[in-house]
């Protein structure tokens, strides 16, 4: 919200949808930035380190679903590493198990 229109445009979005409509609300993530320093790093590495997961992608991803609920999640991949690289265990593990209980 610090910049463009200075609003939460998904939230927006999300809140008209779950109002006006009886559409299930779901948002996309793109688990890739092909030039992100901390993607090339692991990469470079291998994918035995996850830098760019735990600071970029898993932070995003939680807060996707704890600030928006949506009923849909979906992202892309699975070229290049390997999905114990992106934590999609960790992840799908935590949203089915843990999240609930918030």
């Known amino acids: 919200m610090d910049v463009g229109p200075k609003r939460d445009l998904l939230g927006d979005l999300a809140n008209a949808i779950r109002k006006k ?3 299930h609300f779901g948002v996309y993530h793109s688990l890739y930035e092909w030039f992100n320093p901390l993607y090339l790093y692991d990469k470079s590495n291998k994918w035995k380190t996850q830098n760019f997961v735990e600071t970029k992608t898993m932070p ?5 679903v704890n600030d928006y609920k949506p009923d849909v999640i ?8 390997p999905d114990t690289y ?8 935590w949203l089915y198990n843990d999240r609930w209980d918030n």
Do not use: H, I, P, V
């Open 21 to 23: 409509t009886n559409l």
């Open 60 to 64: 995003e991803l939680l807060e996707l």
């Open 74 to 81: 979906w992202s892309d991949g699975d070229w290049e590493a």
């Open 86 to 93: 992106w934590k999609s265990r960790d992840f799908l593990a």
